[in-house]
């Protein structure tokens, strides 16, 4: 961790759960590729905890389907098509999104994304919430061979900013996050607003922060 918090020079965001609330659009693709099978829909309030977890939480609980399922690929396929024809409906910046971004450009802090979300469908949504051109930096989780909970994909992200890892933030909202950043060497934080399963506690990632709110990234880049 550096020795003061005003070196850092560039912090990540995983992207559903931490700076994009994107659970209605990937929920209502969900129900539109279940009414597509005549199946039943799910209630946004029974899934939206398991949306950080991608597609394969969503089709787990509407179809009951995993990645070892014959008919996941598929499943899959289609889920991702309808989902990029409604893709940002719903989705909005979290309050205080904003305003972090907009410090960080004013004193020369970079910023970017690291997301198991594909890269193309991340850099749409991205450019329809008006942000492209300000970030850094964006990974997704076919960018690389690897993806989250693995580091690649944050040290990939560090060398497209051009930031040393040590002097770098990777905020999320899961312990995959937690993960990949403590072993690509950066400073972390966990988002406890996100998409978090009723089992699962950020206490327990072992993050160096906790955060309730994105606001709050403020009291970690910048001192007073």
């Known amino acids: ?14 992207f559903d759960g931490t700076i994009a609330d994107t659970a209605r659009d990937m929920i209502n693709a969900l129900n539109m590729l ?9 209630k946004y309030e029974d899934l939206r905890a398991y949306v950080s977890n991608g597609t394969p939480a969503l089709l787990k609980h509407g179809f009951n389907c995993s990645p070892e399922d014959e008919e996941f690929d598929v499943l899959r396929k289609e889920f991702l098509r309808i989902y990029e024809e409604n893709l940002c409906v719903q989705t909005v910046l979290y309050p205080g999104t904003q305003s972090v971004l907009e ?19 991340t850099r749409m949504i991205v ?8 970030v850094a930096c964006i990974v997704g989780g076919d960018t690389l ?19 040393k890892p040590q002097n770098a933030v990777f ?5 995959r996050d937690v993960d990949a950043g403590r072993e690509a060497g950066l400073t972390t934080v966990g988002a406890s607003y996100g998409y978090i399963p009723p089992d699962d506690d950020p206490n ?10 994105i606001a709050d990234v403020s009291k970690i880049l910048w001192t007073k």
């Open 34 to 42: 279940l009414h597509e099978y005549s199946m039943q829909k799910v």
């Open 145 to 163: 061979k690897y993806r989250k909970p693995r580091p690649e994909p944050v040290t990939y992200a560090c060398d497209l900013a051009g930031i």
């Open 204 to 213: 327990e990632w072992n993050a160096d922060f906790i955060i309730d709110s």
């Open 1 to 14: 961790m550096p020795e003061n918090l005003n070196q850092f020079q560039l912090v990540l965001f995983d």
């Open 127 to 134: 450019h329809q919430l008006g942000v492209t051109d300000s």
């Open 103 to 121: 410090r960080c450009q004013k004193t020369g802090i970079s910023w970017g994304i690291v997301t198991n979300k594909p890269e193309h469908l």
């Open 171 to 175: 905020v999320g909202d899961s312990w």
